[in-house]
């Protein structure tokens, strides 16, 4: 098959949507970050890569904590207003009605409103060049009580959200079941 070459670009899809928390001068604030990830099992770690110009950069280099809270597809508009709208300029816990709580770390604000919340300590920050990658040891999950099954994260609960990147700039709900981890590669081990 042929193959167009598009060069190097950022080509990964789909991402998280969360929602990056930081104190910034002592006041909460949150943005949309799609390029965090998971990082280390043990001891846990996350990734969030920030770019030096948001506010929420300032506040984790003031603090060094953020919080990764995990909106739910209800909360689709008040993400994305998270990503176009600067807390330098405007309260954007106010505008979104955000409920903000407080876990062991007392400058990683989270949203009640988000049912999966993850407090982190930076243990690493890296300048790549235009953003800094963030490596956040995990502190603490908090996860509201409603989205649990048997005491179990249900995902068909959170709702979470896929984003595509550029062009398409869409925000998805999770799609249907394509087959079980660590078990349909059984069909073709089998074979073996
Ligand atoms: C879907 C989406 C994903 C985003 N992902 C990132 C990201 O991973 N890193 C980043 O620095 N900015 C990202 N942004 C842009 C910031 O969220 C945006 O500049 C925001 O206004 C910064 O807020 P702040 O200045 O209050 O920190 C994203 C925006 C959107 C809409």
Request: charged share 20%; net charge neutral; hydrophobic share 35%.
């Amino acid at each position: 098959m042929a193959k167009v070459q598009m060069g190097p670009g950022t080509s990964i899809y789909p991402m998280p949507t969360l929602l990056v928390g930081a104190n910034v001068d002592g006041r909460p604030n949150f943005m949309t970050v799609a390029w965090g990830n998971i990082a280390n099992a043990e001891p846990p770690m996350v990734t969030v890569a920030i770019r030096g110009s948001r506010h929420t950069h300032k506040g984790i280099e003031q603090n060094r904590t953020f919080s990764v809270n995990i909106p739910s597809a209800d909360l689709v508009k008040e993400t994305d207003y998270c990503g176009i709208a600067s807390g330098a300029k405007v309260d954007k816990v106010k505008d979104c009605q955000f409920t903000v709580f407080y876990g062991k770390l007392d400058t990683a604000p989270m949203i009640e409103q988000c049912p999966v919340n993850i407090e982190c300590s930076v243990l690493h920050s890296l300048e790549l060049g235009s953003h800094t990658l963030y490596v956040g040891r995990i502190e603490e999950v908090h996860v509201s009580s409603d989205c649990l099954t048997d005491g179990r994260i249900d995902l068909d609960k959170i709702k979470p959200l896929a984003y595509l990147g550029d062009p398409s700039r869409q925000y998805h709900g999770i799609g249907k079941l394509q087959g079980k981890g660590f078990s349909i590669g059984l069909e073709i081990k089998g074979k073996k």
